[in-house]
């Protein structure tokens, strides 16, 4: 029963985070990017819930609109990163053999190159941009995906109602859309929400070195880097929000994507 309030507290959480940014249009007081030069460094108020930054602009805005855009990098690339792991995963894990062989050779060589090299070497074509950062995270973020339905269609093709199937003369397009992906679901919608955490991460990581999502658009990555030099002057609201945000939302997909990958845990502790 603690398990499962824990689960219900975790996705309450991460449902409010994204219905907040979903409506930031709606729910912030100001336009992200309005500066008032006379409210600079300004410290939670009434006026400003949050406080402001360096150039005026309220910090609560921002973090809405921020957010929408970070989680839109992260959702955007984790359906890129979904299509592309089912397709290979799926080609290789179904026919096996030599087309298995090959493509599981070329997965471990891809895995060998660290994904910000990746990024970096693409993001000089793409030159930065909001969903192109989304593409290259999406384009680097797949390989677990892959492995995971590999090993599911190699599981599954073993089971009874599966050979049935084949014997039965169903499409193949039918076994692999009705019988291997179907059942496949459960791994993949696991798999999903650790990818969507790790693209909220590169998503701030690579901002807040600068080389993220264009610094005229507002995210929660691109809050952080403008904040490094404002809090040695003690503006620290301008950090702590948006840290907290990120925290959070990487926390509750985290917990949550645990507690669905231990099913028996949750029977347990129910």
């Known amino acids: ?6 689960l219900l507290f975790w996705c309450s959480l991460l449902g409010l985070i994204i219905l907040l940014t979903v409506f930031s249009t709606i729910l ?10 006379d409210e600079i460094y300004s410290a939670p108020s009434s006026d400003h819930w ?10 609560f805005s921002r973090l809405l609109e921020g957010g929408k855009v970070t989680l839109a990098v992260a959702s955007g690339s984790v359906i890129l990163s ?6 290979y995963g799926g080609i290789s894990g179904y026919f096996g053999g ?18 910000l090299i990746i990024i970096l070497a693409f993001q000089a074509f793409l030159q930065g941009g909001m969903w192109g950062m989304a593409l290259l995270i999406g384009l680097t973020g797949w390989i677990v995906t892959a492995r995971i339905v590999r090993s599911e269609f190699i599981r599954l093709k073993e089971e009874e109602f599966v050979k049935m199937a084949s014997m039965l003369g169903t499409p ?10 179907r059942n496949s679901l459960p791994a993949i919608f696991v798999v999903t929400l650790f990818n969507f955490a ?18 005229s658009i507002p995210s929660w990555g691109n809050m ?28 509750a997909i985290n917990f949550i994507g645990e507690a669905w990958k231990n099913p028996e845990r949750r029977r347990v502790h129910d």
Request: charged share 10%; no cysteine.
């Open 1 to 6: 029963m603690k398990l499962r309030k824990a």
């Open 28 to 37: 912030a007081p100001y336009s992200p990017n309005d500066m008032n030069m």
């Open 50 to 59: 949050l406080g402001t930054d360096h150039l005026g602009r309220d910090v």
């Open 82 to 87: 979904l299509v592309i792991g089912i397709v």
């Open 98 to 115: 030599v087309i298995d062989t090959v493509m599981m050779r070329l997965l471990e060589a891809l895995i060998t190159i660290p994904a």
């Open 172 to 181: 193949v397009w039918k076994i692999l859309w009705g019988h291997l992906l």
């Open 198 to 215: 790790s693209a909220i991460f590169m998503e701030v990581s690579l901002s807040f070195l600068g080389i993220g999502i264009p610094q």
């Open 224 to 251: 952080l880097y403008y904040a490094q030099n404002d809090i040695l002057i003690g503006a620290w609201w301008i950090a702590l929000f948006p840290g907290i945000m990120i925290f959070l939302t990487i926390l």
